[in-house]
């Protein structure tokens, strides 16, 4: 089990955790103070609160398309089973505003395509400001072939200002046929040093509490996928291109996307 919370990670806002559920098992989750996403990653689930029980279909493996899912406010208890097992995802963050329980289907999960040639990916935009509505959570899935980077041009999601605004970030990462991929996390400031290059594995989690970071890159024949999980003090991207390397993305308009994506369509 894969468990990341504010206390663990050392900020205010993100967590994850990650669990496998045994054919016919059930897991029980308290929200208290949090928000979070039941995100299948393989199998499908029944989550039940005291005032609903949802469906969740799911999918056979990560790369198989966008699946459905349920969203959990605050101070919320939901059983969680699973007739045939699986492996699900609850990305969570620090929340204020109490909403209502809801499904998300994966029907209406916006599929996205960016990037061109080799910085060709796909994004699944499963709860960001402009299609899911939470009080802090962000979440979206990207999904990136052998040999192509994503994340990239590299970019950061805060603002050097006086109040540090910042989007604490979780990279959950998944990759095919037992394979790695690496990823770059930087960033420079009188207190803010961070200079990362890790290779990564199906299972790793990787932090980022502020600064620069990018590529994610997929060796050829090992796609990769990563689970995004991102929070702050407001719901908003705070997105910056790294401005030695933002030039990239004008190269794009002459090349074509990828044609191995989108990777549900080919499976």
């Known amino acids: 089990m894969t468990a990341v919370s504010p206390e663990t990670a050392g900020w205010q806002f993100s967590g994850l955790d990650v669990v496998t559920l045994a054919a016919g098992a059930s897991y029980q989750v308290q929200t208290e103070q949090d928000e979070c996403l039941v995100l299948p990653l393989t199998g ?3 989550v039940s609160t005291s005032d609903v029980s949802m469906e969740l279909a799911g999918r ?3 790369f198989s398309g966008p699946t459905d899912f349920a969203y959990l406010p605050t101070e919320t208890s939901a059983r969680i089973e699973s007739v045939n097992g699986g492996r699900f995802a609850l990305p969570s963050s620090r929340a204020e505003r109490h909403l209502t329980v809801r499904y998300g289907p994966g029907a209406s999960v916006p599929v996205e395509l960016r990037g061109a040639g080799r910085a060709s990916r796909e994004v699944h935009n499963l709860c960001t400001p402009e299609t899911f509505d939470a009080d802090r959570l962000m979440v979206v899935e990207v999904l990136t ?3 192509n980077w994503s994340s990239y041009p590299p970019h950061k999601h805060d603002e050097h200002t006086t109040d540090e605004r910042a989007l604490e970030e979780i990279y959950y990462f998944e990759i ?3 394979g790695i991929g690496y990823q770059r996390v930087y960033s420079s400031g009188a207190d803010r040093e961070i200079d990362v290059f890790a290779e990564v594995r199906t299972g790793d989690v990787v932090l980022i509490p502020h600064g620069y ?3 994610s890159m997929a060796p050829p024949g090992y796609d990769m996928y990563y689970l995004n999980v991102m929070a702050g003090d407001q719901r908003e991207w705070l ?3 790294d401005p030695a390397h933002g030039w990239i993305r004008d190269t794009w308009a002459a090349e074509q996307v ?5 990777f549900g369509a080919q499976r």
Do not use: K, S
């Open 44 to 46: 499908g689930y029944i």
């Open 60 to 62: 056979r493996d990560v």
């Open 145 to 147: 072939p052998g040999g």
């Open 176 to 178: 095919a046929r037992n």
């Open 213 to 215: 970071h990018g590529p």
């Open 239 to 241: 997105f910056t291109d």
């Open 258 to 262: 990828d044609p191995r994506l989108p």
